[in-house]
T-cell receptor, first 111, second 116 residues
Framework: NAGVTQTPKFQVLKTGQSMTLQCAQD?????MYWYRQDPGMGLRLIYY???????DKGEVPNGYNVSRLNKREFSLRLESAAPSQTSVYFC??????????FGSGTRLTVV | AQSVSQHNHHVILSEAASLELGCNYS??????LFWYVQYPGQHLQLLLK??????LVKGIKGFEAEFIKSKFSFNLRKPSVQWSDTAEYFC??????????????FGQGTTLQVKP
């Protein structure tokens, strides 16, 4: 099925560990996004990539880095995980803001 | 800064009751507006969207929303809810300076619980 694929679906990290969340889309969308979802706070934008080769900070970028590897792939890296980064992470892609497709999410727990 | 506010955080209804969820946004220019639904344990799915034209927008599963520019609002409605509508609902806005970057600003979400 066409769409946005995220891996892994679940992850438990110890404080200080690093990891990379992977995201790939096969819809030829230019823009890709990483959001985190926390209870009562909706979805907050971490980083986004308006087009291949560009990345920009969103609302809550601290503690994260991203890489737009090519048009299809946009990864999110936690260099030194903290308990405050326990959250559900969603990747999304869009066609110039006219249509958005979300991945199924990654549930991350940092202990 | 742009913001989206959903007034109802938790709504409990009985089946067949009517639903209206409020959404207000802070940007005064041209906006694209969206409502998403997230069923338990699932990812976000688009219910409906408004870009221009008729301010009354019909979406999937019997949902509709009305864009009232003068009130900066985009409220979601459904005449008769079903138990299967139990989910979390998010209002979102894409507005300049987001432009073609397509950044969506989300509201806090409203949890709807429908009792059978």
């Amino acid at each position: 099925n066409a769409g946005v694929t995220q891996t892994p679906k679940f992850q438990v990290l110890k404080t200080g560990q690093s990891m990379t969340l992977q995201c790939a889309q096969d819809m030829n969308h230019n823009s890709m996004y990483w959001y985190r979802q926390d209870p009562g706070m909706g979805l907050r934008l971490i980083y986004y990539s308006a087009s291949e080769g560009t990345t920009d900070k969103g609302e809550v970028p601290n503690g994260y880095n991203v890489s737009r590897l090519n048009k299809r792939e946009f990864s999110l890296r936690l260099e030194s995980a903290a308990p405050s980064q326990t959250s559900v992470y969603f990747c999304a892609s869009s066609d110039q803001g006219l249509g958005y497709t979300f991945g199924s999410g990654t549930r991350l727990t940092v202990v | 800064a742009q913001s989206v506010s959903q007034h109802n955080h938790h709504v409990i209804l009985s089946e067949a009751a009517s639903l209206e969820l409020g959404c207000n946004y802070s940007y005064g220019g041209t906006v694209n507006l969206f409502w998403y639904v997230q069923y338990p344990g699932q990812h976000l799915q688009l219910l409906l969207k408004y870009f221009s034209g008729d301010p009354l927008v019909k979406g999937i599963k019997g949902f509709e929303a009305e864009f009232i520019k003068s009130k900066f609002s985009f409220n979601l409605r459904k005449p008769s809810v079903q138990w299967s509508d139990t989910a979390e609902y998010f209002c979102a806005v894409n507005a300049p300076p987001s432009g073609n970057t397509g950044k969506l600003i989300f509201g806090q979400g409203t949890t709807l619980q429908v009792k059978p």
